[in-house]
């Protein structure tokens, strides 16, 4: 695999960062993660604004171009004949002796790799997906798309030992999304719920379309937080992200959850969707 390493192409397995990298000693950088489908960026442009104001919100300089992130996430595509997929970004404060306080100015890291994994055929799509509901352990400001995961990483590691497919995470009784995902729920009343963009949450692109597509099919949008006991009695249950676009779910904490089988609103939005961008 060839990555994109401080400014240089080179085989993923050679590259590395100096360990003075402020991304590495304090987590002090964002990310982001792109589709690729049939050889093309999914909603790109929107991946790359919210990259843009991840770096604002945390004062780091955006260190490319609009034109430039999208030069070298093609060329990344091209060198790694990738047209399935996702492709990484990372960009941390740079290099400097170990300060909490930084100084202005730092030349930011930026680490960027292609990785392989099918985003559109996961077979849980057609089988329906488990989940499991966890505390949400992580900072206030959670509409930043910081490296530092810890909170998930805990999550997801509870979700391999559950033998499950991902966590939702619970602010109180409230869920605020996926580990690594946003949470949708379809209402008795068949409204499409997903819970307000504030700083709880990230302001996930995939919610973003599918919000869109849902509109366009005359759906009634509610965005709003939501329970465990709103999950209980929903008539579908499914989570987005650009790593698995949407992802039905037939069962809650062991207990059979959207009536136990992927439903039609979640069909309906996933082809759509997946008919956008082929
Ligand atoms: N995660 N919420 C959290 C906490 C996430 O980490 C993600 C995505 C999402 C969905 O956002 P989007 O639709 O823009 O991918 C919501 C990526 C895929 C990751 O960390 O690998």
């Not at 946003?182 to 379309?209: C, W, Y």
Request: proline letters at 4%; hydrophobic letters at 40%.
């Amino acid at each position: 695999r060839i990555g994109f390493v401080m400014g240089k192409f080179v085989p993923l397995r050679e590259a590395v960062i100096p360990v003075m990298d402020r991304g590495f000693l304090f987590g002090d950088g964002v990310y982001e993660v792109t589709a690729v489908i049939e050889g093309r960026l999914v909603d790109n442009d929107h991946h790359l604004r919210r990259l843009d104001r991840s770096l604002a919100e945390i004062g780091i300089a955006n260190p490319f171009s609009i034109e430039k992130w999208t030069g070298v996430e093609t060329e990344l595509m091209r060198r790694n004949e990738l047209r399935n997929g996702l492709i990484y970004i990372q960009v941390s404060r740079g290099v400097a002796e170990r300060a909490f306080q930084y100084k202005d100015g730092l030349e930011p890291t930026v680490v960027m790799f292609p990785q392989f994994n099918r985003v559109q055929s996961n077979p849980v799509i057609k089988t329906g997906g488990r989940i499991i509901t966890v505390p949400d352990l992580r900072w206030a400001r959670r509409d930043i798309k910081s490296t530092s995961l810890l909170a998930q990483v805990m999550a997801k590691h509870a979700v391999k030992q559950a033998g499950v497919n991902e966590a939702w995470m619970l602010d109180g009784d409230e869920i605020t999304e996926g580990a690594s995902s946003t949470a949708f729920i379809v209402s008795a009343s068949n409204e499409l719920i997903t819970r307000n963009l504030s700083q709880d949450i990230l302001p996930g692109i995939t919610r973003r379309t599918i919000i869109e597509i849902a509109k366009r099919h005359g759906l009634t949008i509610v965005e709003r937080p939501f329970s465990k006991a709103d999950v209980l009695c929903a008539t579908e249950v499914f989570y987005t992200s650009a790593s698995t676009i949407a992802v039905p779910v037939i069962e809650m904490d062991g207990v059979s959850v959207g009536g136990g089988a992927p439903g039609p609103v979640f069909r309906s939005l996933y082809d759509a969707y997946l008919q956008d961008v082929m």
